[in-house]
């Protein structure tokens, strides 16, 4: 099963050759948020209007080594949240998405 994490091309481009990657949300929420494929677009759109391009994160979860959970999230709808940092070796692909100004 793959499941999805949006980062910032900057971002990405700071930690694409590390082991692992921590979203700070880990520290002020203590998860990493992430989607499955249906949910990308309502995502990008709510949070990442503003920015012209963003990396999206393929992640097998088989191969993930922090705790996965699917859980309640924005308005009760079941989110896929990573209790830790992600190991590199899970994400099987990272695309850039850009799109013109909203």
Request: hydrophobic share 40%.
């Amino acid at each position: 099963m793959f499941i999805y994490h949006i980062v910032l091309p900057e971002n990405w481009e700071a930690v694409k050759n590390d082991l692992t990657y921590s979203a700070q949300s880990l520290e002020t929420e203590g998860f990493i948020h992430c989607s499955y494929d249906h949910q990308l677009d309502g995502v990008i759109e709510r949070y990442y209007s503003a920015a012209p391009t963003v990396v999206i994160l393929k992640l097998d979860v088989d191969k993930l080594k922090s705790k996965f959970v699917s859980e309640p999230s924005t308005g009760g709808e079941i989110y896929p949240h990573i209790y830790g940092p992600i190991n590199l070796d899970a994400v099987v692909d990272a695309k850039a998405r850009t799109w013109e100004g909203v």
